[in-house]
């Protein structure tokens, strides 16, 4: 099982990414997906979570800016950021609470991390 993110890059302040992950591998179920993010020097950070029926919860600081979204088909999950600013800078890690089938019991997973550059 793996989760494999994209769709990070440079974009200037007020401009907008769309990120996106899909978890592959011998799944059972997958119950809520995430985003976190971690900037230099800080401890890494929830930004957004979905659950299976679609429920999104999100860090204040992304509030009317970010919409985290689900396929549910797809095994993926996608964060679209608008608005984006300097303080969004920062590697961004997709995680799952899933259960691979040769498993009773469901764990967290993690993406390996996009790079997202906002510059001013």
């Known amino acids: 099982v793996q989760l494999q993110a994209s769709g990070g890059g440079l974009v200037q302040g007020g401009g907008s990414l769309r990120l996106s992950c899909v978890a592959s591998g011998t799944i059972a179920d997958i119950n809520t997906m995430g985003w976190y993010r971690q900037a230099p020097g800080k401890q890494r950070e929830l930004v957004a979570y979905i659950t299976r029926g679609g429920f999104g919860n999100y860090a204040d600081s992304v509030k009317a800016r970010f919409t985290i979204s689900r396929d549910n088909a797809k095994n993926a999950v996608y964060l679209q950021m608008n608005r984006l600013n300097v303080e969004d800078t920062a590697v961004y890690y997709c995680?799952?609470?899933?259960?691979?089938?040769?498993?009773?019991?469901?764990?967290?997973?993690w993406g390996q991390g996009t790079q997202v550059t906002v510059s001013s």
């Open positions: 995680n799952a609470d899933l259960r691979p089938r040769y498993s009773d019991y469901p764990r967290a997973y």
